[in-house]
């Protein structure tokens, strides 16, 4: 496997990553250092991990997995979208009591943007190519831009305020309707 083919999926993998570390940093305002390594490392960690995840699995489980993954991913982040839209309108102290770089939300967000990392995982199973290079790359890129999508969301936030968590949970609810389309597309 060609590194310009490794590094092409990687940053491929790291959009949904990025977008929701966007509408993360705008949904939360102005992030801790704490906040923003959980969720860099969570989301690259996890993009690490669904591609060796993806190619131990074999066809089996991958074929149960494919037949509703984009409903899960769907459902998930327009869910989060949702609340985010919704406590929009309460007031900063409030926000923080609900720090979606913690916890269950946290490993949700994670999960939910590395569903794609599976299939391809399971990808260069098929090839018969080495995973551990390529699932250390995909990681990598999606912790770096994870941190830029952070500095994107902070700066939109502090620009346009509350209102811009609307936007943020938009942008989940977006991405959730393109991934079943997507999904939809391809069948």
Same mark, same amino acid.
């Given at each position: ?98 720090? &979606?770089?913690? @916890?269950?939300? +946290?490993?949700?967000?994670? $999960?939910?943007?590395?569903? /794609?990392? *599976? ?46 968590? &609307?936007?943020? @949970?938009?942008? +989940?609810?977006?991405?959730? $309707?393109?991934?079943?389309? /997507?999904? *939809?597309?391809?069948?």
């Amino acid at each position: 496997m060609n590194w310009y083919f490794v590094i092409t999926i990687a940053f491929a993998l790291a959009i949904d990553a990025i977008t929701v570390a966007v509408a993360s940093a705008t949904y939360l305002g102005q992030m801790t250092a704490r906040q923003k390594f959980r969720l860099s490392f969570h989301f690259g960690f996890f993009q690490f991990l669904m591609p060796l995840i993806g190619w131990l699995a074999g066809s089996t489980v991958v074929r149960y997995i494919e037949a509703f993954d984009h409903w899960i991913a769907f459902l998930i982040l327009s869910a989060i979208g949702i609340k985010m839209i919704i406590d929009a309108d309460y007031d900063e102290i409030h926000k923080f009591k609900n720090d &979606i770089t913690r @916890g269950f939300s +946290l490993l949700i967000l994670s $999960i939910a943007t590395s569903i /794609d990392a *599976l299939a391809v995982g399971f990808s260069i199973g098929i090839m018969k190519a080495q995973i551990m290079i390529p699932a250390v790359i995909i990681g990598i890129v999606a912790s770096v831009m994870t941190l830029l999508g952070i500095r994107l969301g902070t700066f939109l936030s502090a620009q346009f305020g509350q209102r811009i968590s &609307i936007f943020g @949970g938009i942008i +989940l609810i977006l991405i959730g $309707i393109h991934i079943v389309l /997507d999904h *939809l597309i391809i069948l």
